[in-house]
């Protein structure tokens, strides 16, 4: 009797097509003010998963390098093997080519996978507290770029050998001093992950192929980014990379580490364009179906 009481006594929260509007710039406002109020939280889920993510591992966090790892002496052992045709990358070794890529592909494919099953994987959180479920996708994606830093620091030893120990025929691997740019370049990157991820989210929790049906895209997509291979130069091949957001974004990464500009500047402001309206399309649609998320996760 008292548990059917105490449910009697719970408000009621009814949503109508006539309920409060905002001006979208008021909105946006209310909506970074809640995100912001809710830090703490999301730092908390951070950190819970940082510390249970490893804790009965017995390498802990070397996982988090070797796949690249892995995956870099495969590419490197067909690659002189001549099983594969690619050419020399221009201004770094392929090995260190190769493992650059690999870091900056894991913040879009390891960050979407992430932010596609945050809410499915909090399913009792969602279904029982009230807050901002963009919190969960955040956390998600911060806890990939985590395992993007511990692998940054390998690329930084890589780069560090070949610079000091530069390869036959070669002149030493030089890092430009616009590398300073590098985390302006791959922010956009990041606002594409995350916005294609609430949108991805809400799908996963609709319709749980949708985890499934990723995993099979990023692989196809992995080979169509220049990271085994260097930046096509011939038609139709090099539109194929000027169209792709991800390409460009990891093209002018490489412009800024080595070359010290980047060379294709009208691909990379399109990328930017539209890594941005992907970003707060998805985050508005996230908002407005965050009523719905508890009955349907």
Known sequence: ?????????????????????LAALDLWRR?????WGARELAWGLLARDLSVRYRQSALGYFWAIAPPIGTTLLFVYLKDESFLKIRDPKHMPYTAYLLFGLTIWQIFMGGLTATTQSLVQAGNLVSKINFPRECLVFASFGGVLCDVLIRAALVTVVFGWYAAHPMPNREPLEVAWTIVFLPLVL????????????????CHALVRDTATALSVALWLLFFLVPIIYPPPRHWPKVLVNDLNPVSAFL????????????????????A???AVLVFFLGWRVFRIAQPLLAERV
């Open 1 to 21: 009797m008292d548990a059917a009481n105490n449910r009697a006594k719970l408000p009621e929260v009814v949503y109508e097509p006539g309920g409060e509007r």
């Open 31 to 35: 909506i970074f003010r809640e995100t």
């Open 187 to 202: 922010a956009p990157l990041m606002l594409l992950t995350l916005g294609l991820g609430f949108l991805l989210s809400l």
């Open 251 to 270: 093209t002018a990464a490489h412009d800024v580490t080595v070359v010290g500009e980047i060379t294709r500047p009208a691909s990379f402001a399109m």
């Open 272 to 274: 930017c364009l539209v």
